[in-house]
């Protein structure tokens, strides 16, 4: 089946600093991606729509040079953080579609926990 | 527009008693419809999708909703709950951009 995977799982790092989380697509091809931000016993909020070769689209109320996103291949996006401060702790999730399954078909990468100090 | 709705944060039941977890929507239009689950320190896993087939979609583990357009309603069922099933559940609408509910933790109790 279709597996996507995120690196780091977790990470912690100091107020001021940029953080990259990798978002790949194991065995399929992701024409795009999306990244998803979940507070801690909350519900997943769509951050913005990545396409290959594309810039992302942003969702209302998220800074897209805060949260920068990258989607140079079909098999891989990237999310940084830039100056990131405590405020940025959270679980961060990416899902991928492929070109070949339905538009509502996506698959969701295991998260990556970000702790800023 | 799309938005979701799960009218319960938490649902408690005792071991082989009946589920219910609640979900309302609303769409500009016919979207589809999900269910997730996510087990604590666990990624999300999808339970069943409604995509304008049969009106009651049938999911793993046992898991079953039925889709209701009048009361735009996408409640997910189980006759008889299992410890293992202790998580949080997500109804989830949307098409090519998902939109999640704010979830639902379901206890279960021995």
């Known amino acids: 089946g279709a597996v996507v995977s995120q690196h780091p799982s977790w990470v912690i790092c100091k107020s001021g600093t940029s953080v990259k989380i990798e978002c790949r697509s194991l065995?399929?091809?992701?024409?795009?991606m999306f990244w998803y931000r979940q507070f801690p016993k909350q519900s997943l909020m769509l951050m913005a729509t990545?396409?290959?070769?594309?810039?992302?689209?942003?969702e209302q109320g998220v800074e897209k040079d805060k949260f920068l996103i990258n989607h140079a291949s079909l098999t891989l996006s990237t999310l940084t953080v830039t100056s990131a401060h405590p405020e940025d702790s959270s679980f961060y999730i990416c899902?991928?579609?492929?070109?070949?399954?339905?538009?509502?078909?996506?698959?969701f990468g295991p998260g990556t926990r970000l702790t800023v100090l | 527009a799309q938005s979701v709705t799960q009218l319960d944060s938490h649902v408690s039941v005792s071991e082989g008693t009946p589920v219910l977890l609640r979900c309302n929507y609303s769409?500009?239009?016919?979207?589809?419809l999900f269910w997730y689950v996510q087990h604590p320190n666990k990624g999300l896993q999808l339970l069943l999708k409604?995509?304008?087939?049969?009106?009651l979609v049938k999911g793993i583990n046992g898991f079953e909703a039925e889709f209701k357009k009048s009361e735009t309603s996408f409640h997910l069922t189980k006759p008889s709950a299992h410890m293992s099933d202790a998580a949080e559940y997500f109804c989830?609408?949307?098409?090519?951009?998902?939109?999640f509910g704010s979830g639902t933790k379901l206890n279960v109790k021995p």
């Open positions: 899902s991928a579609r492929d070109g070949t399954s339905g538009a509502d078909t996506q698959y």
């Open positions: 065995d399929f091809q992701a024409t795009t």
């Open positions: 990545s396409n290959e070769g594309s810039k992302a689209t942003y």
């Open positions: 769409s500009s239009y016919s979207p589809s």
């Open positions: 409604y995509t304008s087939a049969a009106t």
């Open positions: 989830v609408v949307g098409l090519y951009k998902f939109y």
